[in-house]
């Protein structure tokens, strides 16, 4: 097939758009063009991996480092919200989320039309859960790429999106969709009022995307899907069994204590790293274990004084290359720590706070992938405990073993560049 220009507008977030990186290098490894959309301050994000991007004003323009202030201290003043359930974040933090995201939709608007007609796509790939309508009109096909759990999708049979609740809590879908329609209803309003303005007919309340007519790429591995009462149409609906991006090598650093111990990989994610006082308590108490740990906590190293000796600390980490070398990962259930443990068949202890990290963490326990626990009412005792569990249980490793085979001959990132090109092919017929 001729070279073709494939457009990715990920949501600014490092899963996201990371996860969009994986499947920009298998489609130029094709000999396909990648270009990206870009909130401005993830520019920068797409060029270190050598390619092309166009920022997209998704707010008040200002500059990269007052933007990047912007969203730690919207996380950070959230900090006390993590405490609660998802249902009772529904009311703080995922109100305030959406009433962002609804604005980013309309500063997108602005922008869009211009830089279409410049790159001038043959297909564009929306990794978000808002409708920008100058992608839908633009007159190419769009597809949609799922990195959250995949119930962005809805079925009445399923946990609600965001909601954390067990697979068969009926009741507990039934009330989080309630509230969340309560509280969401004047915002919905707002972007229903927006739609309108922009040629587009208005949404169900609660809903503030759509599935692609073309293609959805879900990033969910299928050892871990839930169970439909409408399966998902497989000619509009693939899964790509995560979308794990090629990565810098990392050599595992000479510990000072421990040095034969189990390996352990600690990660809140760039925004979870705010919550110093957790990873402090977790590192404390693995600082009393047999194990070693390598701990992400973001921007905020200088906050850290005595690291135990089993303990290294960094700022960042080039994760794909970092889990396949541990035994054991303690994360947020972000979609990127959640597909990638499982890509590499390692199990994971899921510590939630907020968004799709509470339907991960219910799901790895119940699909028998790892742990979820409590992210602030937990004991030493019992995060070794779950530790130990995660090194020592043969069922767990099995399973694991099992998933990891599977997803890694999915090979996402070229499944979708071969679904994409089929895509292609079509449009072109």
Known sequence: MMQKTVA???????????NSVGIAQALEARGHRAVFLSDPGFVDVYKGYGFEAHPVNLSEPMPAEQMAKFWEDFINGHIPNFRKSPYDQVDNYVKDCWTAIVDSAKWAQKDLPGILAKIRPDVICVDNVVLFPAIKQYGKPWVRIISCSENEIEDEDIPPHLSGCGENDHA????????????????????????????????PLGQFFEASPYLNLLLYPEAAKFKRRHPLDPGRFQYLEGCVRKEVPYEVPAFAANKDGPLIYV???????GD???????????????????????GYKEQYGDVPANVIIDGWFPQPSVIPQVDAVIHHGGNNSFTESLFFGKPAIIMPYVWDGHDNATRVQETGHGFKMPRYDWTEAELVARLEDCLTNPRLKARLTATSAHMQAQDGPAKA????????????A
């Open 172 to 203: 507990g879908h039934a009330a989080y969709r309630d509230h969340f329609n309560q509280v969401i209803r004047p915002i919905h309003d707002d972007f229903n009022a927006f739609l309108a303005g922009s040629g587009e007919a208005p949404y």
């Open 8 to 18: 990715f507008f990920p949501e600014a977030a490092f899963g996201p758009a990371l």
């Open 276 to 298: 110093t006082e957790l990873l402090k308590r977790i590192i404390a108490a693995i600082g009393k274990t047999r194990y070693r740990a390598l701990v992400n906590v973001g």
């Open 267 to 273: 990660s809140f994610g760039s925004l979870g790293a």
């Open 417 to 428: 560049a071969r679904l994409l090109e089929g895509l292609l092919a079509e449009a072109a």
